[in-house]
């Protein structure tokens, strides 16, 4: 099983910081998360509206196996003393993706989401990974104009195809 060393994380953050949108209006700490974030990160996911929740994927064992597979790619940020934003982020030794990319409505605009994706990316290309992809519901407007802001390909040329494994990882939508 892959290990994110702490000089590896700490490199990821260096390489964050020197080379980063971490602007003035960007005061948060950005870095990798652990398993011990998942009550700052559960209590972040359920307050975005409209937020899609896995029963079995977003609970802390369903976190804790994806972040003991990609233990240095995945991020939080920290400001005011707790987690105000947060990616899942790994790969499958081909391609990156990011899951639940969100920050906190009274920190937004300020930076953050585009830094923390800027992290996810290097920590990628740390891995050896050349690209990397998401999903963003059509009626999310902020999501994409967030996307389209930053410079990512929204691809036309693609039907997304999935076929579900487990009935009981039920999907909850935020309010
Ligand atoms: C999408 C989200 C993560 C953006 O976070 P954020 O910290 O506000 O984004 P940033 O401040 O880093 O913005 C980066 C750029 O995108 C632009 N941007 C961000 N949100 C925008 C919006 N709603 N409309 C237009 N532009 C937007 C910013 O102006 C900024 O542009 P600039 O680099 O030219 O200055 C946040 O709005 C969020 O959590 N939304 C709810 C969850 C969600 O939809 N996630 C995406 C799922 S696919």
């Not at 490199?11 to 948060?28: G, R």
């Not at 920190?107 to 050349?130: Q, S, W």
């Not at 929204?154 to 997304?160: A, I």
């Amino acid at each position: 099983m892959a290990k994110c060393s702490k000089e590896k994380a700490s490199k990821n953050e260096a390489l964050t910081q020197k080379t980063s949108v971490k602007s003035e209006k960007n005061t948060a700490q950005i870095r990798v998360m652990t398993i011990d974030d998942y009550d700052g990160v559960y209590k972040l996911w359920m307050s975005i509206h409209g937020f899609a929740i896995r029963s079995v994927d977003d609970s802390r064992e369903g976190v804790e196996v994806f972040l003991k597979r990609n233990p240095c790619t995945s991020v939080v940020a920290v400001e005011d003393g707790k987690i105000v934003g947060a990616i899942l982020c790994g790969h499958d030794g081909r391609r990156g993706c990011l899951y639940h990319v969100c920050v906190h409505e009274d920190y937004r605009m300020r930076g953050i989401g585009k830094a923390m994706v800027v992290f996810c990316m290097k920590a990628l290309r740390e891995e050896k990974i050349n690209k990397v992809s998401l999903i963003a519901f059509t009626t999310n407007d902020v999501g994409n104009k967030f996307w389209h802001q930053i410079g990512w390909t929204k691809r036309e040329d693609l039907n997304y195809y999935d076929f579900t494994l487990n009935e009981k990882n039920i999907i909850a939508y935020n309010k």
